[in-house]
């Protein structure tokens, strides 16, 4: 089908075509998203909107980090975790302390002296996860989804970038 093939997806520049991308993710892996001019369907494009649509085409993660508040700042490090299972240990100042397997998260946090503030982490945010970071003063983690959470704490804010 489109194995092997770099997979665009031409999207209407409204929610609809936002939701759309969503469902096509599920069963095809998208490579890259072009978007119609806002508050118009793809069907409606003249030629030199199509064009300009597909020139500007963006890869997917950019389209869905640009898409969904606050991760922007994080998105350098996103790139270097996505699709590693990897997690990145981050002081106040957004310097890389660590990079380690997601596998060895928690032992690392319950285990170090570090002045842990952010991790971005290709992975799932579980509950587990969320106590060790408490009792560490972590303020935020960035995973690429949330899992099943019971107390999600106050003290630190979770942002997702895989849902």
Request: charged residues 35%.
């Amino acid at each position: 089908m489109v194995k092997n093939k770099k997979v665009v997806a031409f999207l209407d520049g409204d929610r609809g075509g936002a939701l759309n991308l969503k469902k096509l993710m599920q069963t095809v892996k998208i490579d890259y998203v072009a978007i119609a001019p806002p508050g118009k369907e793809v069907e409606d494009l003249k030629l030199d909107e199509i064009k300009e649509a597909l020139e500007n085409k963006k890869p997917v993660e950019d389209y869905l980090l640009e898409s969904k508040e606050g991760l922007k700042e994080y998105r350098d490090y996103i790139k270097k975790v996505v699709g590693q299972l990897k997690a990145l240990i981050i002081n106040e100042d957004g310097d890389v302390l660590k990079e380690i397997p997601v596998s060895e998260l928690v032992d690392y946090l319950s285990s170090t002296e570090d002045p842990v503030h952010t991790i971005v982490m290709d992975g799932i945010v579980t509950q587990r996860l969320l106590d060790v970071s408490v009792k560490k003063g972590v303020k935020k983690i960035v995973g690429l989804r949330k899992g099943v959470v019971v107390r999600e704490p106050a003290e630190i804010e979770v942002l997702t970038f895989g849902d």
